[in-house]
């Protein structure tokens, strides 16, 4: 059964960086698109970054563009979330989530527990 433990959060000032990463156990990610979500306190919870299977495919939500890069290394069954120029408003719990399949258009079905980010002087 595949389980994926975020890691990486943590306190940043606004303008910094954080590297989230998603690991998976009990199964390969290869055959899955892998997705990042955020949760803010008191707001739903919102699609912002996704992987395809292979890599060669991704997609981020307008208030990330530019800012944050999604990447894989199957290798080490890891997906990472490179978030740079982070705001107040990135602020939230990230989760990242296995699709069921190898697009980012097919549903989620595995999440992970989460990790906390949170950007304040």
């Known amino acids: 059964q595949l389980q994926l433990v975020e890691s990486g959060g943590g306190l940043v000032q606004p303008g910094g960086s954080l590297r989230l990463s998603c690991a998976a156990s009990g199964s390969t990610l290869d055959y899955y698109a892998i997705g990042w979500f955020r949760q803010a306190p008191g707001k739903e919870r919102e699609g912002v970054s996704c992987?395809?299977?292979?890599?060669?495919?991704?997609n981020y939500a307008d208030s990330v563009k530019g800012r944050f890069t999604i990447s894989r290394d199957n290798a080490k069954n890891t997906v990472y979330l490179q978030m740079n120029s982070l705001k107040p408003e990135d602020t939230a719990v990230y989760y990242c989530a296995a699709r069921y399949g190898s697009s980012c258009l097919m549903p989620v079905w595995s999440w992970g527990q989460g990790t906390q980010v949170a950007v304040s002087s």
């Open positions: 992987i395809d299977s292979s890599g060669g495919s991704t």
